[in-house]
Nanobody, 122 residues
Framework: QVQLVESGGGLVQPGGSLRLSCAAS????????MGWYRQVPGKQRELVAT???????NYADSVKGRFTISRDNAKNTVYLQMNSLKAEDTAVYYC????????????????WGQGTQVTVSS
């Protein structure tokens, strides 16, 4: 069974920084694309940033220049460094991963973490 375990959320003042982590565990071959999404009550979940297994990245326009996504393939872990945080970044942040279970099959399965709350407030 695959688990995506998130950590690093919390309360921070505007202009501050937080770092989120998400580790994939279980009997997996490797994660392919990994990413972060966020959701506020009453709105759809939205993309924040993604990173491929080759470390190509993609960001939402609203976080470009402030957030940095990275990964450690040896640890099956993805990170989201969030700087210059704004009140509008307040949301539940969800880790997402596309998991391969074997080296001989390219089939992948999508998993979500349980979510971690990020609150930006003075």
């Amino acid at each position: 069974q695959v688990q995506l375990v998130e950590s690093g959320g919390g309360l921070v003042q505007p202009g501050g920084s937080l770092r989120l982590s998400c580790a994939a565990s279980g009997s997996i071959f490797r994660p392919n694309a990994m990413g972060w999404y966020r959701q506020v009550p009453g709105k759809q979940r939205e993309l924040v940033a993604t990173v491929t297994s080759g470390s190509s990245t993609n960001y939402a326009d609203s976080v470009k220049g402030r957030f940095t996504i990275s990964r450690d393939n040896a640890k099956n872990t993805v990170y989201l460094q969030m700087n210059s945080l704004k009140a509008e970044d307040t949301a539940v942040y969800y880790c997402n991963a596309h998991i391969r279970f074997s080296s001989w099959s390219t089939r992948e399965y999508e998993y979500w973490g349980q979510g971690t709350q990020v609150t930006v407030s003075s």
